[in-house]
């Protein structure tokens, strides 16, 4: 465990639902991140929020956007995907924006999507 | 362009000694994590090197050195729980982690 969970934790959608995946963290944290992982490539960053304001986005389409409620809660709506676009989306936290030795970041389980 | 190389695989025996080794070319330097990730679980922070010279931690270590844009990480008595990913990041100058695509590593009986 965590303290940051993801739900739901396999997603099958077609290529024309709008679905959402869910990110909640318990640590107390000021930055939430959406990443990209795919098999034997490096994690991909796609959007940093910090104290609930979008700092980075690094340049994802558009058919994927991001809602940061509130500090610790995190959303990605997902419509219109294509078939790759299927990989593990990874939710993170860190204390601070700033990736120092202080800031630690602290990974979800992970939604594992599939488009078909 | 920024670039973490690591090796896709590798194999050990139980009770042995790996080193998994990191190279990286980045724009600055703010330290260098290793996490570690179970097939289907989060990735859990194993480690944190910002000066030269090796951090050891029980069975684990890290070791950097700037100089060669290089660092490993040594895994001790190896056990079967030890089959994982093993996913090295740099922070460059702006804080913004670069990633390595990782190291998968079996262990065998």
Known sequence: ?116 | GQNIDQPTEMTATEGAIVQINCTYQTSGFNGLFWYQQHAGEAPTFLSYNVLDGLEEKGRFSSFLSRSKGYSYLLLKELQMKDSASYLCAVSDSNYQLIWGAGTKLIIKP
Request: net charge negative.
């Open chain 1, 1 to 116: 465990e965590t303290g940051v969970t993801q739900t739901p934790r396999h997603l099958v959608m077609g290529m024309t639902n709008k679905k959402s995946l869910k990110c909640e963290q318990h640590l107390g944290h000021n930055a939430m991140y959406w990443y990209k992982q795919s098999a034997k490539k490096p994690l991909e960053l796609m959007f940093v929020y910090s104290l609930e304001e979008r700092v980075e986005n690094n340049s994802v389409p558009s058919r994927f956007s991001p809602e940061c409620p509130n500090s610790s809660h995190l959303f990605l709506h997902l419509h219109t995907l294509q078939p790759e676009d299927s990989a593990l989306y990874l939710c993170a936290s860190s204390q601070d924006r700033a990736e120092s030795s202080g800031n630690t970041i602290y990974f979800g389980e992970g939604s594992w999507l599939t488009v078909v």
